[in-house]
């Protein structure tokens, strides 16, 4: 079946009612902000690293100087470098409506180019974040009237608190899974352990998969499809191995203070207590590039300046929400690209 392109006068009509509420709650969450001392900043989207995590893809760019020499630089992933510099300089509220661009990303809750609405608040806990969500919700469905995000059949309720739930609660509910078996006291990782843990609960492994891909397996088939129906779910704590640029939990050094939140089986917001000691910091990310090396065949540079701010960072909660998908469960959308004002063309279907 042939799509009509995004400016086919009639599909532009479809979708208009979508775009609309996307500017309706943009202007809500920026009062929000404001309304409570954020400062807005505007991060530059060209960058010499576009993040260490071992499955993000980027898109590569080349810089070229007036005589003629060349530099490989990405457009960010996320503005989260740049705003810890920002951090380092002396910023302590900051908020970000940035537009960031994914590779390797597209379906109905995914595309290449999207908004992030990221916001850091300096001396305050990951906690705050979690409170600063719920609102958020609140304010969303509000801009567009609605009573409940809504996404397929699901439908969530913004007006009752999030359910607060850990990764070993989730694992052991829908999984029947012990995850923090698996897990040492200095945060290491037992494949072997998971694996088991992984068969005895159904769930079929590879012999190459790691720790991780056992891990993330878990999440997306038993875990994540069941969360925040009725209420949002904030799931938190996760193993310290799956939290790169998180600081370990105060009393439990094998899991961080990371959560993420979801509404109708969907993501929608991640969160860090940031981690601020540059040397482990470097430990993670090599780590990860060692892994995106293996996996494939291709890392992307450390940022050595992003190093240098976090030894000046003071302690920092930050979180990154995906707006689109908020307006998309918040107006009733089916798709991602019936909320982006103009989608980029999708090449491989010509």
């Not at 979690?130 to 609605?146: K, P």
Request: hydrophobic share 45%; with cysteine; glycine share 8%.
């Amino acid at each position: 079946m042939t799509v009509s392109p995004w400016w086919d006068a009639d599909r532009h009509a479809d979708r208009r009612p979508f775009l609309v509420a996307r500017g309706r709650i943009k202007a809500a969450l920026r009062g929000w902000f404001a309304g409570h001392d954020f400062t807005e900043v505007e991060a530059g989207i060209l960058q010499v690293s576009p993040g260490n995590e071992t499955h993000l893809h980027a898109f590569a760019t080349e810089a070229v100087s007036i005589d003629g020499r060349r530099a490989e630089l990405y457009l960010h992933t996320s503005p989260e470098f740049a705003a810890k510099k920002l951090i380092a300089a002396g910023e302590t509220r900051i908020v970000d409506f940035a537009r960031v661009f994914r590779n390797r990303e597209r379906g109905p809750l995914h595309h290449p180019e999207f908004t992030m609405v990221e916001w850091y608040r300096v001396g305050e806990s990951y906690e705050q974040l979690m409170a600063d969500c719920a609102e958020l919700l609140r304010l969303a469905c509000a801009a567009t009237g609605r009573d409940a995000l809504v996404w397929r059949e699901a439908a969530c309720d913004p007006g009752l608190d999030p359910e607060r739930l850990t990764l070993a609660e989730a694992f052991d509910r829908h999984a029947g899974m012990d995850l923090l078996a698996t897990v040492g006291e200095a945060g290491e990782t037992d494949r072997a352990a998971l694996a088991a843990e992984a068969a005895r609960a159904g769930i079929r492994v590879s012999e190459d998969d790691g720790w991780a891909d056992i891990f993330s397996k878990v999440l997306v088939e038993r875990i994540e499809p069941r969360l925040g129906f009725g209420r949002a779910t904030i799931l938190c704590e996760y193993p310290v191995s799956e939290a790169a640029l998180a600081r370990p939990k105060p009393g439990d050094p094998r899991v961080a203070e990371r959560f993420e939140l979801y509404a109708c089986g969907v993501e929608l917001a991640n969160a860090f207590g940031e981690l601020t000691d540059p040397a482990e910091q470097r430990r993670r990310f090599e780590s990860a590039m060692a892994e995106k090396q293996r996996v494939y065949g291709e890392t992307y540079p450390v940022d050595e300046d992003l190093l240098a701010a976090l030894a000046l960072m003071p302690p920092t909660a930050g979180i990154a929400l995906g707006f689109e998908r908020l307006v998309m469960l918040a107006s009733g959308a089916r798709s991602i690209e019936d909320v982006v004002w103009t989608p980029v063309p999708d090449s491989f279907s010509r």
